[in-house]
């Protein structure tokens, strides 16, 4: 049987990192799958539709408050958003920021649920800013 997350460092962290995540969901409703269904792109509204089964899957693994499975499903969330960003890169170029902002807000949640259970993990938002500094 699988940790709680009542039983981790940092639950008050956690919580606000699924708050993010849901705002970051209603923020994807509002740009990407309103501006798909208004335009009749239904390849573009099964996409959507993927990716928000994924929000989903994290909501409900952060309702059960099991972290392993949040942190898992949270990892097929980012994939997912790779993967349809690839997709949106050549079919809707003009709906790849709005898929990059929602990566990056997830991404970061990921990264502080990892910091608010004591796991060490390189912070993919971070890196890039980081390699452009002189130390």
């Not at 699924?18 to 573009?44: I, N, S």
């Not at 989903?56 to 952060?62: E, F, Q, S």
């Not at 170029?93 to 502080?112: I, K, N, R, T, W």
């Amino acid at each position: 049987m699988g940790l709680k997350m009542s039983d981790a460092i940092d639950t008050e962290m956690i919580e606000e990192s699924l708050v993010v995540v849901d705002q970051t969901c209603k923020k994807f409703k509002k740009t990407v799958l309103l501006r798909a269904t208004k335009e009749m792109d239904w390849q573009a509204r099964h996409r959507a539709d993927d990716v928000l089964v994924c929000f989903d899957a994290v909501r409900y693994a952060g309702h059960r408050r099991h972290k392993d499975l949040l942190l898992i499903e949270l990892e097929q969330l980012c994939h997912k958003l790779e993967h349809t960003m690839d997709w949106s890169h050549v079919n809707r170029p003009f709906d790849y920021g709005a898929y990059e902002q929602v990566l990056d807000g997830v991404s970061l949640a990921q990264d502080a649920i990892y910091s608010a259970l004591g796991v060490y993990r390189p912070c993919r938002a971070l890196m890039p800013v980081l390699a452009g500094q002189r130390i």
